[in-house]
């Protein structure tokens, strides 16, 4: 990052310099921002969180985003009533942190860098790097060019998504129906398609 704007690299990012502190403080927002989507490497699905001796429910510091799956105790309508407030679950028919009960949750929860896929961090340093070019006022040749390896670098890392997920293209809600023989939006079938038949 410090080489994008023509400085020597450092040997601690502790560094109280301030071109340090700017690429600290970029890649910190890039990291986040990149995370807090939820990727197949940072979802925890069904954790279940248990109440402390004061009845509340403590979210893990590293969780960028939760969504409660399940309350134990409780009808599946009423875990719209539990969210995040701090580094609690709040219960807002109750408006009280103090919920003495257990709470199911899926979480996306921030990684170290050092911990993600190679082909994510790759992407995250990349945009880092762009991200610190343009903070420095850089000229738009330059700019254009590390957008670019951005790009190649998000398209890798799309890739390794799909292998992960082990998507197909007949999963797609349209190839669905096609292949169910029903065509359009009323539902009719086409005689013309697998599985339609004649009225």
């Known amino acids: 990052m410090l080489s ?3 400085e020597s690299g450092v040997s601690s990012t502790t560094s109280t310099h301030p071109s340090v502190q700017t690429a600290s403080r970029i890649l910190d927002t890039e990291d986040i921002d990149f995370q807090q989507t939820g990727w197949w490497f940072n979802r925890e699905y069904r ?3 248990v ?3 004061e009845g509340r429910v403590a979210v893990p510091a590293a969780a960028l985003d939760m969504q409660v799956s399940d309350v134990e105790y409780q009808t599946p309508a009423e875990k719209l009533r539990y969210a995040r407030r701090g580094n609690f679950i709040y219960d807002a028919y109750k408006h009280t942190d103090v919920i003495n009960t257990s709470v199911t949750v899926d979480l996306v929860t921030r990684l ?7 082909v ?7 945009k880092a790097r762009e991200a610190m070019y343009i903070d420095d006022d850089g000229d738009s040749f330059k700019t254009n060019e590390l957008k670019q390896q951005t790009a190649i670098a998000w398209a890798k890392l799309k890739a390794k998504e799909l292998t992960m997920l082990a998507v197909n293209a ?3 809600p349209t190839a ?10 009323t539902g009719s079938r086409n005689p013309n398609l697998v599985g339609g038949r004649i009225r």
Not at 120 to 126: D, E, G, N, R, T
Not at 176 to 185: A, P, V
């Open 4 to 6: 994008v704007v023509g």
């Open 47 to 49: 954790s279940k969180l």
């Open 51 to 53: 109440p402390n001796s």
């Open 112 to 118: 170290d860098i050092g911990s993600l896929p190679s």
């Open 120 to 126: 994510a961090a790759s992407y995250v340093l990349h």
């Open 170 to 172: 007949l999963d797609n």
């Open 176 to 185: 669905i129906r096609l292949q169910s023989g029903i065509t359009g939006t």
